[in-house]
T-cell receptor, first 118, second 112 residues
Framework: AQTVTQSQPEMSVQEAETVTLSCTYD???????LFWYKQPPSRQMILVIR??????QNATENRFSVNFQKAAKSFSLKISDSQLGDAAMYFC???????????????FGKGTKLTVNP | NAGVTQTPKFRVLKTGQSMTLLCAQD?????MYWYRQDPGMGLRLIHY???????AKGEVPDGYNVSRLKKQNFLLGLESAAPSQTSVYFC???????????FGEGSRLTVL
């Protein structure tokens, strides 16, 4: 069974510092997508960054970057120059593309609550 | 841009009552999903649909029914609400062969 594990229920970081959120997953598939979603207190789920498993290069979106280690099944999120607005729940998610006759597999971790201290 | 819209945003039910959550998307997406979010549990897939007229069970389908009569709408029904169904419900959609989900703002349901 595919599972996603976020081992850090809570993290905190000082404003302007860097923080890394960890995520590991378990799968036997070779082709899949990985995501980090942010959920601020407004409850809206916001895509932060995505990574296709076939791409070796780590994805980057402004201050957000990932360290994707396919062999180790690890997908950590690094937030640089943390800002107060980064405070939120962060969910790691794993998805296998839906194929004809197959079943959808989209699995979320339980989340990491990030606090940014001024 | 409306994106994915859920109604209602909040609802309080008594045990045994029924209700329907409506999800509408204006992005012409083929795939639609209903998730529930509970503290410490992340998001769990209830049901999903890969196209108009189709539905399939997700991880936690018991106690829920769904319908996708129109491509843009995905309804989640609770026939006989139970306190265990107190949760925040999210609808999401995406296009075929892409990974990113587009989420609605969530609907908070309380069953007394």
């Amino acid at each position: 069974a595919q599972t996603v594990t976020q081992s850090q229920p809570e993290m905190s970081v000082q404003e302007a510092e860097t923080v890394t959120l960890s995520c590991t997953y378990d799968t036997s598939e070779s082709d899949y997508y990985l995501f980090w979603y942010k959920q601020p207190p407004s409850r809206q789920m916001i895509l932060v960054i995505r990574q296709e498993a076939y791409k070796q290069q780590n994805a980057t979106e402004n201050r957000f970057s990932v360290n994707f280690q396919k062999a180790a099944k690890s997908f950590s999120l690094k937030i640089s120059d943390s800002q107060l607005g980064d405070a939120a729940m962060y969910f790691c998610a794993y998805r296998i593309p839906l194929t004809q006759g197959g079943s959808e597999k989209l699995v979320f971790g339980k989340g990491t609550k990030l606090t940014v201290n001024p | 841009n409306a994106g994915v819209t859920q109604t209602p945003k909040f609802r309080v039910l008594k045990t045994g009552q029924s209700m329907t959550l409506l999800c509408a998307q204006d992005m012409n997406h083929e795939y639609m999903y209903w998730y529930r979010q509970d503290p410490g549990m992340g998001l769990r897939l209830i049901h999903y649909s890969v196209g108009e007229g189709t539905t399939a069970k997700g991880e936690v389908p018991d106690g829920y029914n769904v319908s996708r009569l129109k491509k843009q709408n995905f309804l989640l029904g609770l026939e006989s609400a139970a306190p265990s169904q107190t949760s925040v419900y999210f609808c999401a959609s995406n296009q075929r062969w892409t990974g990113e989900l587009f989420f609605g703002e969530g609907s908070r349901l309380t069953v007394l």
